[in-house]
Structure formats: C-alpha cells, structure tokens
C-alpha cells in the first residue's frame, strides 16, 4: 500500500513538471524564434508481485514515472515581416551562430533580432543578449566603414537536433551526439523580417487539459492510499 502512495505522489510531481513545460511554451508564444519543447516520460523500476522462487512472473508493479528530458520541435515557422533594419529569418533549416565576447562559447539560435553594439570603434552585429553574430567564415559581423556589413550572416546546421541544450533566450548549445556544425551553403534568409513562434496553441490547450486530467487522478490515488492504510491502523488498534 506504500508502493501505492509513493507511486501516485511520483506521478503528480512528474505531472506537475509537465505542467511547467507547457507554460513555458504559453509564456512564449509570442516571442520570435522559440521553439516548444514537450516532456519525455519514462517508467521508473519494475518488480515482480508473488515472486517468491526469484522466476520471473506474469504479475508486475511499477514505482511511478519520471520526465526524462524535454524535447524541443526545431521545425521552421513563418516569418512575418518587421521593418527591422538588421532582423532576418531563416526560411529553412538551420542556425544562426553566435560568439559570447565574455566566455567565448558559442551558441545557437533562430532568433534573428539582431543590431549593432559599439565596442571601441568598432559596431558589432549582436542579438538581443550581447552575443556576437558570426558570418559564414564563422568571424564576428562588424559594420564598415560604408555602412554595410563585413560578411555574410551565417547559418549553421547539425547532422542530429535531438539533445542540443538549451541556455534559455532562444538560445542552444550542441551535445557530442549533435556533431559538428556545417555551413549550409545557399541558405535563404529574409531580411526585415522575424521567425514566429513556433507554440500551437490548440496542441498546447489539450496537452494542458490531458495533463490536468492526470494530474487530478494521481491526487485521487493518493488519496485513496491514504484512506485504506487509515482504515487498515485502525481496524490493527
């Protein structure tokens, strides 16, 4: 009966998890670029009932779920126009790459809301966090002295998606399985123009509602754990 409690406490948490997924995907609905992420369960240990040989039997109980990771749908979106000077999306697939000027990591992005930065005499092309967008040579943008950029924009992709980490601000950081980055050669950018969010929000809605569903019946369990182990110690005294 404690198996029982444990694992119905397990699942509102796992549950609850889920929960915060999607309001994270709610809260962004409106912001260029992002990409909705959806939880990954997986079953937790599982032991036989009756096994009193050690052999294996037909009869098994499980100890509850947990989310294993948080996948993110990478799939393009429709850009809609801006008017910004230095915005661009990416039609197809792809990234663009950006350089921190204070750790020297590079990350990952779909957002293009880009403008300049002044470091010294020299005006950076930089995304919303200050990063450095890189050009197909993977070197730092910079505004010349005629007012056009130093290179093109580059846009980078992954051989593999699944695993790649995100830092939070649109932004992403390729796992070993990733592989290297690749220049997509060709790659159509539009200009004066943002990436949509890419969070449907009929698909959102009944996650919610089928996670709240499940949510309500492991309370439910738990409950009803707790009421037959109150009837059990009492019927003991």
Request: aromatic share 12%; net charge neutral.
């Given at each position: 009966m404690y198996t029982s409690f444990y694992?119905?406490?397990?699942?509102?948490?796992?549950?609850?998890?889920?929960?915060?997924?999607?309001?994270?995907?709610?809260?962004?609905?409106?912001?260029?670029?992002?990409?909705?992420?959806?939880a990954v369960f997986s079953d937790l240990m599982y032991y036989n009932l009756n096994n009193y040989t050690g052999e294996d039997t037909p009869l098994k109980a499980g100890v509850?779920?947990?989310?294993?990771?948080?996948?993110?749908?990478?799939?393009?979106?429709?850009?809609?126009?801006?008017?910004?000077?230095?915005?661009?999306?990416?039609?197809?697939?792809?990234?663009?790459?950006?350089?921190?000027?204070?750790?020297?990591?590079?990350?990952?992005?779909?957002?293009?809301?880009?403008?300049?930065?002044?470091?010294?005499?020299?005006?950076y092309l930089v995304n919303d966090n200050g990063n450095l967008v890189l050009d197909e040579n993977q070197n730092p943008i910079i505004q010349e002295a005629d007012g056009e950029l130093s290179g093109e924009i580059g846009v980078y992709g992954?051989?593999?998606?699944?695993?790649?980490?995100?830092?939070?601000?649109?932004?992403?950081?390729?796992?070993?399985?990733?592989?290297?980055?690749?220049?997509?050669?060709?790659?159509?950018?539009v200009d004066h123009s943002l990436e949509m969010s890419g969070v449907d929000t009929a698909d959102e809605i009944s996650k919610l509602i089928e996670t709240q569903r499940a949510y309500s019946y492991a309370l439910k369990m738990v409950q009803t754990s707790d009421e037959v182990m109150t009837t059990i110690n009492g019927l003991r005294s």
């Open positions: 694992t119905a406490a397990r699942g509102a948490i796992e549950e609850q998890r889920k929960m915060d997924v999607i309001a994270n995907n709610f809260a962004s609905v409106n912001n260029y670029g992002y990409k909705p992420k959806s509850g779920i947990v989310v294993e990771k948080t996948n993110t749908k990478f799939d393009p979106t429709v850009p809609t126009t801006t008017g910004g000077e230095y915005d661009y999306s990416i039609l197809e697939d792809g990234f663009f790459m950006l350089l921190s000027p204070v750790t020297g990591e590079v990350s990952y992005t779909r957002n293009g809301h880009f403008s300049l930065s002044q470091r010294g005499d020299v005006f992954f051989n593999i998606l699944d695993g790649m980490l995100s830092k939070g601000n649109n932004e992403f950081t390729p796992v070993a399985k990733n592989g290297d980055p690749y220049l997509i050669r060709g790659a159509r950018l």
